[in-house]
């Protein structure tokens, strides 16, 4: 194989992953506009919802983002009452994060809303499928965080 057909490959692969990222994101965002909540806001508060209280930090690695990113999330999410920064007791330069009980209604709702796209999802792709793509994702993950600008910008 000539090493132009393997930077064709590679951008297939690259275009192919973009477009299921971005297809996933702009329906999940239309699903969730009537609570006023965005895919990027429903992914970090799924995160936040498996503890009680993490730091922000601890929120951008789970998420793999920017820690400026989430933290700017993180002021809107406050606004809106779904969640509760406060000063970390053990760390003064850290805040820690937790949803509210208006949180957790709204991640309650975005699940049901969301709903729909996981379940179209799942029909047409199959368990056995599905977990060859999130076994594969992962692979994709490992790679790319090997790579010398990983960790740049992490959405």
Known sequence: MSSNDKGIQGHTLSLALRRA???LHRETDNALVQIGMT???FVLMAALAESDTVTQQELAHRTDSDAN??????VLLERKGWIIRAANPS????RTVTLTSDGEKALEEAWRQSGPIRQSLSIELGPKNAAEIVRLLAIVRGVLSRSPSAGSDGE
Do not use: E, H, I, K
């Open 21 to 23: 990222y971005l297809a």
């Open 39 to 41: 895919a990027n806001q």
């Open 69 to 74: 990113t989430v933290r700017a999330m993180l």
């Open 91 to 94: 760390d003064l330069r850290a």
